[in-house]
């Protein structure tokens, strides 16, 4: 909520007049997300994790037949077309769970599935774990790594925690999470030199961190299946 001050129609306040009242404004929560916009898994056709796309790109690929939904349910998975999807959503759309999302279209109502797999395409993950500013962050738990404190994505920035200026590489090993305030105090001196220190190593993750933060939202729990175990990129979105 802003608080806004009513104007003053003389410029100074003359003396002995009340102060001028606050004028509470109401500010609107933003709008949820759209169903359109969630995540879903995409296996290739030998059942291996290999992207991560939205839900209507999810759509485009089951309503082309270049995609099957795979729904996992009570230590089982059955396989689903477009048409067989639309018909089990419809049986159960009186039952919706609030981990669900559902889209609706003019005649019916459909609900976005959390896996994929593509009938045709066969080509093996890349074995390679992708550093960028979202994994680092992710594996540092959106903690700067000098004071400790967890902020907000926008208020965190990468640091080298042996400059570049001073050789210092781009890798998993030298990179770590930092506020805004201690990437500023740091600045150009490595962590002995401004008397600062990491609350932990900075390493190469074992498992992708993208997919681990992924796993922990209930929405994504059926991912598990495939998911566990794997390091690799698989286009994880935020």
């Given amino acids: 909520m802003h608080a806004v001050q009513s104007p003053s129609h003389h410029g100074k306040k003359a003396a ?17 997300p759209s169903p359109l916009a969630a995540s879903v898994l995409v296996l290739n056709r030998l059942y291996l994790a290999v992207h991560i796309v939205g839900a209507r790109r999810a759509f485009a690929l089951l309503c ?13 998975f059955a396989n689903y077309t477009f048409d067989t999807w639309r018909e089990a959503s419809q049986s159960s759309a009186a039952f919706k769970q609030p981990h669900e999302d559902w889209v609706r279209s003019v005649n019916f109502e459909i ?3 959390r896996v994929i797999r593509l009938l045709t ?19 540092d738990g959106h903690q700067c790594q000098y004071c400790g404190r967890h902020f907000p994505i926008h208020q965190l920035s990468l640091d080298h925690v042996l400059p570049r200026s001073r050789g210092g590489t781009t890798t998993w090993e030298n990179v770590v999470c930092a506020c805004l305030a201690c990437n500023v105090k740091k600045g150009g001196r490595t962590p ?16 992708n961190p993208l997919i681990l933060t992924k796993l922990n939202n209930p929405k994504d729990e059926c991912w598990r299946t495939w998911l566990d175990g794997v390091y690799w990129d698989v286009g994880a979105r935020d």
């Fill in 16 to 32: 002995g007049t009340k102060r001028p009242a606050l004028v509470v404004e109401a500010v609107a929560p933003p709008p949820p």
């Fill in 64 to 76: 082309r037949e270049l995609a099957e939904v795979i729904h996992f349910q009570e230590g089982t």
């Fill in 111 to 113: 609900r976005v599935p």
């Fill in 121 to 139: 395409y066969d080509r093996l993950p890349r074995q390679h774990l992708h550093m960028n500013r979202r994994s680092v962050m992710a594996r």
């Fill in 192 to 207: 002995h030199e401004a008397k600062m220190k990491l609350i932990r190593r900075p390493a190469k993750p074992q498992r």
